[in-house]
């Protein structure tokens, strides 16, 4: 049976592909720790559609038995999540771990031990991108992040920058429903969303190239894994869609930032 959801997804899709803009489709997972039958799950997804996860990983929370795991489990490319996933903000604040008001010293000391924690943990593996948690961060300390060897940044859409700092590749779409429950979104919820949402971005002439989904593997429940699975079968099936690797999406990011600016730092 058809859904008419993903039947006005796929229309939108056929007029980027009209337009010769091809979308590059990248998958973000936060709040690793440890492996699980979800870990695993997610690896499945991710090998069945050929599709690369940047796994953002809470360094002082890891466990040392994610290396072996992410060892048995290459398409999915670790990175650091924050440090501690602590909230830091003010009572009545949004929460954050790297937000405006904390004391900068402080902050950066954390920014530097959850990078050396990871790297001693998963070694060259780690990618060097910074997912803050709640995608939250003062953006004067995110335009530091390349001085900790942070070269890409990760928020949530909306989020930017300005100025200096690292090359930015922010997720679009969550898949879960966080206020109404903390479970999986519906499919046509989501296939709605990113219908409208590409729609918009299609009337500007040099819009975003990318679509990034953000999963969270350790809270879906059954409807966020049979959702996501039905929506990149069909995203991945649609001539317009390139499946990207995270590594050469922020690799790329990376090196046309350094050709506007003539400096900064790459990814390896």
Known sequence: MSDTSLDELLAELDCWSEAGRPLRLWL???????????????????????????????????????????????????????CRH???????????????GRARAEAEADIA???QRLGDLLGAAVLPVFVPPWNRIDPALARTLPEFGLAGLSCFRGFGLGGDGPALVNSDID?????????????????????????ARRQQSEGTDTLGLLL????????????????????????VIVTTDPARLFSDRCAAKMRHSGSGRSLP
């Open 113 to 115: 031990a959850g990078r």
């Open 216 to 239: 969270h593997h350790r809270d879906h429940d059954e409807t966020a894994w049979a959702t996501l699975q039905t929506l990149l079968a069909t995203l991945t099936a649609h001539p």
């Open 86 to 100: 602590q909230n830091h903000a003010a009572i009545g604040m949004k929460k954050s771990e790297f937000g405006a």
């Open 175 to 199: 898949v879960m429903d966080w206020h109404g429950g903390r479970i999986g979104r519906s499919l046509q919820a989501l296939a709605l969303e990113i219908r409208d949402r590409l729609a």
């Open 28 to 82: 973000r997972d936060d709040d690793a720790v440890a492996p699980s039958p979800a870990l695993d799950h997610l690896a499945g997804l991710s090998e069945r559609f050929a599709l690369p996860v940047l796994l953002a990983v809470i360094p002082m929370l890891a466990e040392p038995a994610l290396a072996a795991a992410l060892r048995a489990a290459p398409s999915l490319l670790p990175c650091q999540h924050g």
